[in-house]
């Protein structure tokens, strides 16, 4: 992981480069004048010479559509991110500046691979002694997962080769909503790692909302994003300096619920329609229970794509005009907001690698490696995410889908590459938490009078985002249970501090 800047006297260049995920982040800005590199937007803006405001584009896709760095742009118009994975150099003679891409997913093919359970396990390994090189005390984030059991699973092995005698730190959050903590036991009990558990409640959360946007410089997408912000400082305050965590597995090895179905789809679109019809019986069995009762929910639209595949597909056009339809159907935002939306061009989820591949590039991967790296360098400390090994995601994009996904399973390489190393409890579960929380409960309980206070803040209501009468009933509407609305209400939350923090009117 790597952002750096180079300036080559003798030829009057300076010369820059991105790791190949972004992990580490590198901003730029430019002026007829001046071109500013920063890695915090904060620094850009401290320079004096940035005078910009609101990007309203990235406004827009937030709040109509929850989505955030999904393009190289900021919520500050004209500040921009260096791509992933390019280098750019920037000439002082002319000051003519250009990127161009080093690396890239496009360049590996899937090709059998017999042994794959087995060579991902060696490269794992090997990725994970080199992550844990350091010279300063290393701890784990452990949620009950498959990724970060796997980790500290693995961490326990080097220091065990290493002789280490002290015990592994593991940071724990547990809601008591999504109990983890049978899955957390059995990995505690295997690897003789201690667990130091986070216990900030709802009220503590909230309240470090404005440190955290500070710190990420931008709005995030959940309460989530306070969690890791706090397990930072954790890790910090019991002395651990680097702190391994699993981002990155899901989007490289398909660990969303909602690959299956892109999955099935393209597996009947190549006549596989026998081996997609058990494959999703598999998956009901294996999921369906009386607390999961919604799982047939990702077979459907698999059953209702292979009925229609015959069928025209709807054409970009036709696609961006439902969208702005339906952008103009949130009566809650102010109507002039939506002509802000940019087209986006996304690519139609054909396979599952090409699914995969938009996953790591545009979404969610950046946002989740942006809210890793402001977290936890807000409290020095250094994340490191052994599963954006470039050689072990390579071979991931290398292995066809049914290592990816098969029957009931997500990450099926991971899982076999796991079998007797990790906790058989970990390995064959079939659900998915991470740090899960229960904002929408919260907001209607502990949090009700902390939302309230700030939607009706005068200066909140003053903003010429939302229609507020609309904003009320969609909000009155969520407290009474009768709908959800946790996303658009704390967006507008994260969205109003932020605004304040910045000097920024709306």
Not at 35 to 45: G, H, P, Q, V
Not at 357 to 386: C, G
Not at 442 to 464: A, C, H, I, T
Not at 485 to 493: E, I
């Amino acid at each position: 992981m790597w952002a750096f800047l180079i300036h080559d006297r003798n030829r009057q260049v300076v010369f820059g480069s991105r790791d190949r995920f972004g992990i580490k982040p590198l901003y730029r800005w430019q002026s007829p004048e001046q071109m500013l590199f920063a890695s915090e937007i904060k620094a850009i803006r401290a320079s004096g010479l940035y005078k910009g405001g609101m990007n309203l584009r990235v406004c827009a896709a937030f709040l109509y559509e929850a989505r955030l760095d999904e393009s190289n742009e900021s919520f500050f118009d004209g500040i921009v991110q260096v791509p992933p994975g390019h280098n750019f150099e920037l000439r002082l003679s002319d000051s003519s500046y250009r990127e161009w891409s080093y690396w890239s997913l496009d360049s590996f093919t899937e090709e059998p691979h017999p042994n794959a359970a087995e060579e991902f396990a060696h490269v794992f390994a090997e990725s994970m002694r080199l992550h844990m090189r350091s010279d300063v005390p290393l701890g784990v984030n452990l949620s009950g997962g498959l990724d970060s059991t796997a980790i500290i699973c693995e961490a326990a092995r080097v220091r065990a080769r290493e002789g280490a005698d002290t015990p592994l730190l593991a940071f724990c959050y547990q809601d008591k909503v999504f109990d983890e903590s049978r899955y957390i036991k059995d990995t505690l009990a295997l690897t003789g790692a201690r667990a130091v558990n986070l216990t900030l409640g709802p009220e503590q959360l909230w309240d470090s909302m404005p440190k955290v946007l500070e710190a990420q410089d931008e709005p995030t997408h959940a309460m989530s994003a306070m969690i890791g912000y706090h397990l930072a400082a954790l890790a910090r305050q019991h002395g651990v300096i680097v702190v391994l965590t699993g981002q990155g597995a899901d989007e490289a090895m398909a660990g969303y619920g909602s690959y299956f179905s892109i999955h099935w789809q393209a597996m009947m679109r190549r006549g596989r329609v026998g081996s997609a019809r058990r494959e999703m019986k598999e998956f009901a069995a294996a999921h369906t229970n009386a607390s999961n009762p919604g799982t047939h929910s990702l077979i459907r639209p698999a059953i209702f794509d292979w009925i229609k595949n015959a069928a025209p597909r709807l054409t970009a056009k036709r696609a961006e005009a439902q969208r702005q339809a339906s952008a103009r159907s949130r009566k809650w935002l102010n109507p002039d907001l939506a002509a802000h939306l940019a087209p986006l061009n996304l690519p139609v989820p054909t396979t599952l690698r090409n699914t995969l591949t938009d996953s790591v590039r545009r979404a969610p991967l950046p946002l989740y490696l942006r809210v890793e790296d402001r977290n936890s360098m807000a409290h020095s400390v250094e994340s490191r995410l052994p599963f954006l090994d470039h050689r072990l995601v390579s071979l991931a994009f290398q292995l066809g889908p049914e290592w990816k996904l098969r029957g009931p399973w997500n990450k099926y390489v991971l899982r076999e590459g796991m079998r007797g190393r990790i906790p058989e409890s970990v390995r064959s579960r079939v659900d998915k938490m991470g740090f899960s929380t229960s904002s929408s409960d919260w907001l209607r309980g502990p949090l009700k009078s902390q939302l309230l206070e700030v939607l009706n803040d005068p200066s909140f209501k003053k903003s010429s985002l939302y229609m507020h009468p609309e904003f009320a009933q969609l909000t009155q509407q969520h407290i009474a249970n009768e709908s959800t609305h946790t996303g658009k209400l704390l967006a507008a939350v994260q969205l109003h501090i932020w605004q304040r923090q910045q000097g920024m009117g709306s």
